[in-house]
């Protein structure tokens, strides 16, 4: 299992950036997927989860109506568009594939 995370950087209040997540090494459509975060001193939090055929998604309330996940299965992508960030949005994100398996953690940092 291989999962390998982009799009992360630096960004002021009010921005948008969008994290994809490359998956290979499994049979992706078979899987659902999720997005988690961890900030400094903070333990590792579920941001949003995507069912394996994309129909059903949910997300942590602190980011509800501002990031949206989806995926590709035909790429094996999961995406992460993340709209009017604020500041305790900064946090190294990260693609998972239940039930363990990581990639390797793209870094957003909202920042004035």
């Known amino acids: 299992v291989r999962l390998v995370e982009a799009g992360g950087g630096l960004v002021k209040p009010g921005g948008s950036l969008r994290l994809s997540c490359a998956a290979s090494?499994?049979?992706?459509?078979?899987?659902?997927m999720y997005w988690y975060r961890q900030a400094p001193g903070k333990e590792r939090a579920m941001v949003a989860y995507i069912s394996s055929g994309g129909s059903s998604t949910m997300y942590a309330d602190s980011v509800k109506g501002r990031f949206t996940i989806s995926r590709d299965n035909a790429k094996n992508m999961v995406y992460l568009q993340m709209n009017s960030l604020k500041l305790e949005d900064t946090a190294v994100y990260y693609c998972?594939?239940?039930?363990?398996?990581w990639g390797q953690g793209t870094q957003v940092t909202v920042s004035s």
């Open positions: 998972n594939r239940p039930p363990a398996s």
């Open positions: 090494g499994f049979t992706f459509s078979s899987y659902q």
